[in-house]
């Protein structure tokens, strides 16, 4: 394959901002980030591609979304995890997680098994491994789940749920204070799933004993778990005061406001909050109507809400609109850039992701200074921004 010369960057990796940059791209992967004045004559048979200064980041990975442009898990069709991934990968996203809502039983397995074999066939953003937002959470904390489809921690239905998924699955939501969670902490260790302790009414010692036992991450810190008080300090408390517990965090500014979005990032390590969407299948869609986890939702004040009692269903976020909120919420883009890439790539263990440094897959996503997408590159294959960015 010929080289790929991406001129002029302004590289955001590894905490820092390279003004004035090359990227060079062979067979898919990163082979050289230089200062312009030490790029020599370029090949003949080079492919260039002039930035114009643009910003050159770690394409984005989101471990937390339902669905995109009208394709999403909750289909149960191969072919729409498919589109989902092409279309994720003209906003910037080379990697994602995705996301199912609580069902019954057999609605997850049936959407596992039918989805499974989409995993290897993507084209555009890379399928990291499914994102089980449930069923073991807490009836007192369900956001938008369907009550019914909650479940007590059950050992025999996570072994069926990851066997269905063929063995994709990387990160699980769950409630650290149920009783009888241990078999499948157990499990999650074993197989290497991510576990996230989110939907969850725990008191502060519940959720540190979680955290204690594995239960590390958090999901969509503040939302949908029990609230920050000066005698309880609950989940969100137990993730504000203890460094090494790492969260997501939806940069819409509607489910977290954004001067505690930009407090966060002042009182917890910035290596340790994960950008994510928590997108639904509707969001980058012009017209409606909308339907997510069969239910019609609404968009309004920038979020989607289920259309019967306007409760805050997901967001309509994209990655590069969130990098782009935490900068304006108080984060520098170099933090910003690595809540997106870096942080979810450490989480899950992607080595070559995250960074823009030789070896590195070649998913490079590039933005101006305005936060206007001009390109993604995925595996040195380029992809240009969908008509409603």
Request: glycine share 10%; with cysteine; proline share 8%.
């Amino acid at each position: 394959m010929n080289k790929l010369f991406i001129l002029n960057v302004s590289a955001v990796t590894d905490g820092e901002i390279k003004p004035q940059h090359t990227l060079v791209v062979e067979n898919g992967y990163i082979s050289a980030l230089l200062p312009n004045s030490q790029v020599e004559e370029l090949p003949a048979d080079a492919q260039i591609l002039d930035a114009c200064g643009a910003y050159a980041a770690p394409a984005f990975i989101d471990t937390h979304i339902h669905g995109y442009a009208g394709f999403g898990p909750e289909t149960a069709r191969e072919e729409d995890l498919l589109e989902m991934s092409l279309a994720l990968g003209t906003c910037g996203v080379g990697a994602f997680c995705p996301t199912l809502y609580c069902g019954t039983p057999e609605q997850m397995l049936r959407i596992l098994s039918a989805t499974a074999g989409a995993f290897g066939k993507e084209k555009g953003a890379k399928l990291i491994g499914f994102h089980l937002e449930g069923p073991f959470i807490s009836p007192a904390k369900p956001g938008v789940m369907k009550p019914q489809d909650i479940l007590p921690p059950r050992p025999d239905l996570l072994p069926k749920l990851y066997e269905a998924a063929q063995g994709h699955i990387a990160n699980i939501t769950l409630a650290p204070e149920l009783p009888g969670l241990e078999p499948i902490i157990s499990f999650c260790k074993e197989h290497h799933i991510l576990m996230q302790a989110g939907h969850t009414n725990a008191t502060y010692e519940e959720f540190l004993q979680g955290a204690r036992q594995g239960v590390t991450h958090t999901t969509h810190l503040f939302n949908a778990m029990s609230p920050f008080t000066h005698r309880a300090p609950g989940a969100a408390g137990a993730v504000l005061m203890h460094p090494e517990i790492s969260c997501e965090i939806i940069a819409d500014g509607v489910h977290v406001h954004p001067d505690i979005v930009g407090f966060l990032g002042r009182v917890k390590p910035p290596q340790n909050i994960a950008l994510v969407t928590d997108a639904l299948k509707p969001t980058g869609r012009p017209q409606g109507p909308f339907t997510a986890n069969g239910e019609e939702v609404v968009l309004e004040g920038g979020v989607w809400r289920r259309k019967t009692d306007k409760v805050i269903a997901g967001s309509a976020l994209t990655m590069l609109k969130g990098v782009e909120n935490l900068t304006r919420f108080g984060f520098s883009l170099p933090q910003a850039v690595a809540c997106a890439g870096a942080v979810p790539a450490r989480l899950l263990g992607l080595a070559g992701r995250g960074s823009l440094a030789p070896g590195q897959t070649a998913d490079v996503v590039l933005f101006d200074k305005q936060f206007n997408l001009f390109k993604t590159i995925l595996t040195g294959r380029l992809f240009d921004p969908a008509p409603h960015h």
